[in-house]
């Protein structure tokens, strides 16, 4: 299958639980769409370094898109071991609105594309 990302490195998130979910018991609610995407998130570091862009993914529809400047492991103790990005939303990127769902699906809540 053809990666529709234009040589760009990206990094898929998937957002669905925390972004959609009312009754979120294992995750924990998040209050907007950027600390959906940017946190708790089980990544080799080094690669996730390499990305112009992470994508937070809701019902295999890109909803957002982020240049990641910083990744840095998470302070809170509940989700030890993982990672969270600092970065700047792109508003006018042209993979917001992709349906993006055969390439996500699956249970493994990340991706990476050209990297």
Same mark, same amino acid.
């Given at each position: ?23 979120? +018991?294992?995750?924990? #609610?998040? *209050?907007?769409?950027? !600390? ?11 690669? =996730? ?28 103790? +509940?989700?030890?071991? #993982?990672? *969270?990005?600092?970065? !700047? ?11 993006? =769902? ?14």
């Amino acid at each position: 299958m053809e990666v529709p990302f234009n040589g760009d490195k990206v990094l898929c998130v998937k957002i669905d639980n925390t972004l959609n979910n009312e009754d979120v +018991k294992h995750l924990e #609610r998040r *209050e907007n769409i950027y !600390e959906c995407t940017r946190k708790y998130w089980h990544v080799n570091k080094e690669r =996730a370094e390499k990305a112009d862009y992470v994508m937070g993914i809701a019902n295999g529809i890109v909803q957002v898109v982020y240049i990641p400047r910083k990744w840095i492991p998470t302070a809170t103790p +509940k989700f030890a071991g #993982r990672y *969270e990005f600092e970065g !700047e939303e792109v508003k006018d990127s042209p993979y917001i609105g992709m349906n993006v =769902a055969q390439l996500v699906k699956g249970q493994v809540p990340i991706r990476y594309f050209n990297m």
